[in-house]
């Protein structure tokens, strides 16, 4: 595998026709410091006499890189006609594509041999000839960085205005947000354009620069920091950008990727390229602009001045310009999205210097602007876009000058966003009718974090313009913003929620909080939102003292109480339970939502991340995951809390990440075959969840279990069973807790009048009688008896989940031993959130007397579990399947997979239903299947199901006795008969829990 750099001379394959000239030049570069100069004639070509080194893609590979061509071609001038490239043998061309000229500047293209070319590839191609078009006549062009072959992830081709048949798949790809720039500019239009631009509209466009402004720039006294801009300076002759009378140079500007180099040069050809990171670029251009703006030195203004323009025209020589893609794109947001902001800052500078044009224009390319002309009904939301574009779409538009066209881009752009923030269908991102944000087709509280950074300061600068977004699409950000703080405490979210982060580190930003309540309530009645402003309030620490907090204080508004309730999130497969400070959530997976994200170099252990992972979250100042017993370095990723799982060996436990076809790269994001995951919630104040477990055959498929925790005040109740596998080596455990220790000596108890506080410790016991427990974070454990317990404290020795370092520490631990191969297997236990010894015992000795019990367990079999919570009067059953002769409590029968919970209120029954299957779909997809009918891995972005609507579903329950509904509510319909009860059937869709209150039918005489 080679590549031309040309910092040699002109290598021998090279050669040209009687009309052309190749030479080496240094007056541009790519990399090193030359290239080759071809000074062509009319029909001239180039001729490269070396093997292609093309293989055909062989299915079943271990990766999905595909053989493709990457060339750099400099144009001094813009000109008609295409380049052509013909690949063939000798003088017989097999495949060929074309390059456009109407540039100035570097442009490249990626080229897929076997998807981006016209023609029939063969092996044995020889010759690569690089023809001028007749419509260029004569002229200079300058060729550097050329791979005849390297692999490429063929999700990463971009198309652009050189280059326009590349990857076309790319526009309908997960990357489409990115990587579809052409196809956006391609866009028309769907408004009219307005007659006249109206004096609202003016006042309107002001009023949003002034705010979009004043998101990046407060002024500081730069006038007394020259050392501000000395700084500047050096940085910006770093980059070595010169001006050679009509040109620029300077060091060449990459992406941080080069996904098109071969493995084993990278690091030598970033070394010869000595390129700058754009990222590091457009951080210049921002704080250049910021001091630029602050200064009232002239003669600083006019060296800052010099400098951003002269970055700018490098970049826009560089080709990070209009029309041009870079070779791939993707990613490419995080390491531009300061340009926008810089740009803006300097708009009456950039314009007043006849640079404003050009720079709108690659504005509105590399943010994708032309999205906003996208027809509604294929409009999705995108936490990318939000994070890393979003401002920069609404900056294109804001620099326009004051035309008709202006207010229609901003009218279409008010309509695109509304319509991305409304609930989307399927796993389509990016928010849900529940408050799940959704990216990588789940929801995702780490990119959740940025999206809502970058598009609630965007609803702030439109809220008080008629470019307000709708009502619908303010509510569901807005629930999916407040939802953030339920299932975080105090900032740090659910270990079950961290995707491929297990850091247990990363947090809520409040700002977004404050722009949200600073845009009003989505009905438009109140400048601002009270209840986002409290619960922005609270999630401030007492040290930060913003102007939003005092802004609401002075309006009379205060820090919102710790939440209390129960929260169901069946599009994230997961339930949230808090009472006082403390948190509990517990989270599964399915058919639709993954079990696990795991890339090659992060979270490589956490495979059991989210089998019925039940947490609780109630130390620390503020409360976080370290402080409540999560700690990284030792943690034994065998047992988190409340998983039923197969301890292995950590060697045994790694990840095989594999890059399983062209919709992924090298992830793992395993789907389960159960339909049943997620939970329900009754009146807003207890709940529970409930889950069939089975695990991807890519590693344990043989692996079941049927898991439920019942959610009562402050108490939670576990059940198990039919818990099986045939992995006759490794034992089968549920965890209880495990929980790190500050020191070797912290106490836990384990049934008895004193504490254990010796370590190492260790001790198993077959329970003929109920036990209690309690952990190191105030939490007590009840354990029924005829159970297999373990309990220890010791000293973990575990593994780096990003990087396979060894990492140690020290844990307590407590877990229900089910044997190796377990069949039929299952437990049962409660926890008493923040109790002491005494409570706990009390609970245990109360728990063997059966009419003071707190709760008793009516059902534990394969089709349902059913609890009874004594104290609330409440009956609540997970029924794992459908089941005529449930004939326990107010429950006679059920036809659907369901859960139900019923409280008791006199003559009254409070009741709340769920059919949790999402029904994306409703039969078995084949191609997840092998020949034996094993589930195979597979992509999820690959499914046809993936933007599916939730199908809606009757389910009917039957209902002991006679009873009436109090009031109408919209899908449940009630039917009393003296022979069989009460049916009930609920429309259920999207797993949305319904409730409703029955009132008793008094018979007739």
């Known amino acids: 595998m080679s590549i031309y750099s040309f910092e040699s001379g002109i290598p021998a394959l090279f050669s040209s026709d009687e009309r052309s000239r190749l030479s080496i030049s240094e007056q541009h570069n790519k990399d090193g410091s030359s290239c080759l100069q071809w000074e062509y004639g009319v029909d001239s070509f180039i001729t490269m006499k070396q093997p292609i080194g093309y293989s055909p893609f062989q299915e079943g590979a271990k990766s999905q890189a595909r053989d493709s061509f990457v060339v750099w071609i400099y144009n001094l001038v813009p000109c008609d006609g295409r380049l052509s490239f013909e690949f063939g043998r000798g003088t017989h061309v097999d495949c060929r594509f074309d390059f456009g000229l109407n540039f100035q ?41 050329l791979m005849l072959n390297t692999p490429i992830d063929p999700r990463f081709h971009t198309r652009d205005f050189q280059v326009t048949t590349v990857n076309l798949d790319a526009d309908t790809s997960a990357n489409a947000h990115w990587l579809a720039l052409y196809a956006f500019e391609q866009l028309k239009p769907l408004l009219e354009l307005p007659e006249t631009v109206s004096m609202e509209q003016v006042a309107a466009h002001t009023q949003m620069n002034e705010r979009f402004e004043a998101l990046f720039y407060k002024k500081h006294a730069v006038s007394t920091k020259q050392e501000d801009v000395e700084r500047l300076q050096r940085r910006f002759a770093e980059y070595g950008i010169v001006r050679r009378g009509d040109s620029i140079i300077g060091r060449p500007i990459e992406l941080p990727f080069f996904d098109h180099f071969p493995k084993s040069l990278k690091e030598e050809l970033k070394a010869i390229a000595n390129s700058v990171q754009l990222s590091e670029l457009t951080r210049f251009l921002m704080e250049t602009a910021i001091c630029y703006r602050s200064s009232q030195r002239v003669e600083q203004r006019a060296k800052l001045q010099t400098m951003f323009i002269d970055t700018l025209d490098h970049l826009d020589d560089q080709g990070w310009s209009y029309g041009s893609s870079q070779g791939t794109v993707h990613h490419f947001g995080y390491n531009f999205r300061d340009y926008y902001p810089a740009v803006f800052l300097m708009r009456h500078t950039l314009k007043a210097a006849g640079r404003l044009e050009r720079t709108q224009r690659t504005m509105r390319w590399y943010s994708g ?3 906003i002309h996208t027809p509604l009904v294929e409009v999705e939301g995108n936490i990318d876009i939000f994070n890393t574009t979003l401002h920069g779409m609404l900056a294109s538009l804001l620099i326009m000058d004051e035309t008709v066209g202006k207010v229609r881009e901003l009218q279409a752009f008010r309509e695109w966003l509304g319509q991305s923030l409304l609930p989307a269908p399927g796993l389509r991102a990016a928010y849900k009718i529940d408050g799940s944000a959704y990216h990588h087709v789940n929801h995702y509280p780490a990119y959740a974090v940025g999206g809502f950074q970058g598009v609630t300061p965007v609803m702030y600068v439109l809220s008080v313009t008629s470019y307000k977004i709708g009502e619908q699409a303010h509510g569901t950000i807005r629930k999916a913003l407040l939802s953030m703080r339920l299932y975080s405490n105090k900032r740090e979210w659910l270990l079950s929620l961290a995707a491929r982060h297990p850091t247990g580190k990363w947090a809520i930003d409040p700002e977004p909080f404050a722009y949200m309540a600073l845009s009003g309530t989505p009905d438009g009645k109140k400048a601002i939102d009270e209840e986002v402003a409290a619960a922005y309030l609270r999630l401030l620490e007492p040290i930060e003292r913003t102007e939003a907090a005092q802004f609401f204080e002075e309006a009379g508004i205060f820090a919102e109480a710790d939440p209390n309730g129960h929260w169901t999130m069946n599009y994230a497969a997961l339930a949230i339970h808090r009472r006082g400070s403390w948190m509990a959530g517990m989270r599964g997976h399915s058919r639709y939502l993954w079990a696990n994200e795991t890339y090659i170099s992060a979270n490589l252990y956490g495979r059991y991340i989210s089998h019925g992972h039940l947490q609780i979250m109630s130390q620390g100042e503020p409360i976080n995951n370290e402080d409540s017993g999560y700690r990284h370095e030792g943690w034994n990723w065998n047992r988190w809390p409340g998983t039923t799982t197969i301890h292995k060996p950590i060697a045994e436990l790694r990840s095989d990440v594999r890059n399983v076809d062209t919709f992924s790269g090298f992830e793992e994001m395993l789907l389960s075959d159960e339909t049943y995951a997620g939970g329900l919630h009754l009146e807003g104040r207890n709940g529970m969840f409930a889950m069939k477990l089975h695990e991807h055959p890519k590693y344990e498929g043989s692996h079941r279990a049927r898991k439920s925790a019942f959610f009562f005040e402050d108490r939670i109740v576990c059940l198990g069973t039919d818990i099986e596998n045939d992995n006759c080596e490794c034992p089968t455990g549920t965890t ?23 370590f190492p410790y260790f001790h198993t016991t077959k329970l003929d009688h109920p036990v209690w427990l309690m952990d190191n974070k105030g939490n007590g454990y009840y354990v029924a008896a005829g159970q297999t317990l373990s309990v220890s404290k010791t000293t973990q020795h575990s593994k780096h989940q990003a990087t396979d370092a060894d990492t140690q520490g020290d844990f307590a631990a407590a877990w229900l031993e089910h044997g190796t191969s377990p069949k039929g297997g299952g437990y049962e236990y409660a926890i008493w959130v923040g109790a002491d010894r005494e409570r ?3 609970f245990c000795k109360r728990m063997q007397v059966s009419e003071k019990a707190s709760y008793t367990v009516l059902r534990k079999d394969r089709s349902a579990h059913v609890v009874l919570d004594a104290e609330s009067r409440t009956t609540a059953y997970a029924l794992f399947e459908a089941d005529d002769h449930i004939d326990t409590g107010h429950l006679v029968a059920v036809d659907t997979p369901s859960m139900v919970m019923i409280r008791e209120d006199g003559d009254k029954l409070i009741v709340s239903v769920v059919d949790p299957d999402l029904r994306f779909y409703a039969e078995t997809e084949s191609d997840q299947y092998d020949e034996y009918g094993v589930q195979k891995e597979v992509s999820v972005y690959s499914r046809k199901w993936l933007h599916a609507e939730s199908r809606v579903h009757t389910l009917r329950i039957t209902l002991k006795g006679q009873w009436a509904g109090k009031a109408d509510v919209e899908g449940v319909r009630v039917a009393a008969s003296e022979l069989i009860g009460t049916v009930i059937e609920v429309a259920c869709k999207d797993a949305s829990p319904c409730e409703f209150t029955l009132v008793r039918v008094t018979p007739m005489n």
């Open 369 to 371: 602007a032309g999205r």
């Open 105 to 145: 500047g570097w442009r490249t293209a990626w080229v897929a041999y076997e998807r981006d070319m016209q023609g029939t590839l063969h092996p044995d191609m020889d010759t690569l000839t690089v023809r001028i078009p007749k419509e260029a006549g004569s002229g200079t062009l300058f060729i550097d960085q």
């Open 840 to 842: 706990i015992e009390d």
């Open 736 to 758: 209880l807790f495990q929980s790190y220790l500050l020191a070797p000596e912290d106490p836990i108890w384990v049934d008895g009048a004193e504490s254990v506080s010796a």
